[in-house]
């Protein structure tokens, strides 16, 4: 947008009479007084948009997986997000989401439990887990491009990362809980 009204200012001056350019520019004047008011209006939401953009982008794993996904997302499909549509999920995330979690918590929660447990309980059941994860990985090499595989490596990382900064974590809890013995 930005891009666009430059352009179109461009043109503005570049084709139009200059003369009526510089009256309006003598009619247009700012004054300090105008632009610390403007400042003192925009700072506190800027720093706060800045805080919030470090936060997004700290590198933290935990951070990262949260935020891939949405980003993913909106490069793949960011062409069909109109204003009516995000104003239509906002409404059903404002109202219709937090009824169903508050009425359905428990059941989701337990369903979101077993197949946790089942998953991992097959996992531990299976003998052939090399052989799967091997197999698995030429699949994917072999059908998808490699944009994906670049965004899957990435995601990879970052969950082992996160994985090591969980354990890490937990040792350090375990250490701290076990008294010294004397």
Same mark, same amino acid.
């Given at each position: 947008m930005c891009l666009l009204v430059l352009v179109m200012?461009?043109?503005y001056v570049s084709i139009f009479q200059k003369e009526k350019c510089l009256l309006i520019h003598d009619r247009f004047q700012l004054k300090q007084e105008d632009l610390l008011s403007?400042?003192?209006?925009?700072?506190? /939401?800027? +720093? /706060?948009? %800045?805080? #919030?953009t470090q936060d997004i982008f700290s590198g933290q794993p935990s951070t990262t997986l949260k935020v891939v996904p949405v980003l993913i997302f909106t490069a793949?499909?960011?062409?069909?997000? /109109? #204003?009516?549509?995000? *104003?239509?999920?906002?409404? *059903? +995330?404002? %109202?219709? $989401?937090?009824?169903l979690c508050s009425c359905y918590s428990q059941q989701i929660h337990r369903l979101g439990i077993s197949? +946790?447990?089942? $998953?991992?309980?097959?996992w531990k059941d299976c003998q052939h887990k090399k052989m799967i994860t091997f197999f698995t990985a030429t699949i994917f090499w072999n059908v998808f491009g490699a944009k994906q595989r670049i965004t899957t490596a990435f995601i990879a990382i970052v969950i082992i990362q996160y994985h090591r900064q969980f354990r890490q974590e937990n040792n350090n809890a375990v250490v701290k809980s076990v008294p010294e013995q004397p």
């Open positions: 200012a461009f043109f403007f400042i003192r209006l925009i700072l506190p /939401t800027a +720093n /706060t948009a %800045i805080a #919030m793949k499909y960011g062409q069909y997000i /109109t #204003m009516w549509r995000l *104003f239509a999920i906002g409404f *059903f +995330n404002c %109202i219709a $989401v937090p009824k197949i +946790n447990s089942y $998953v991992c309980d097959k």
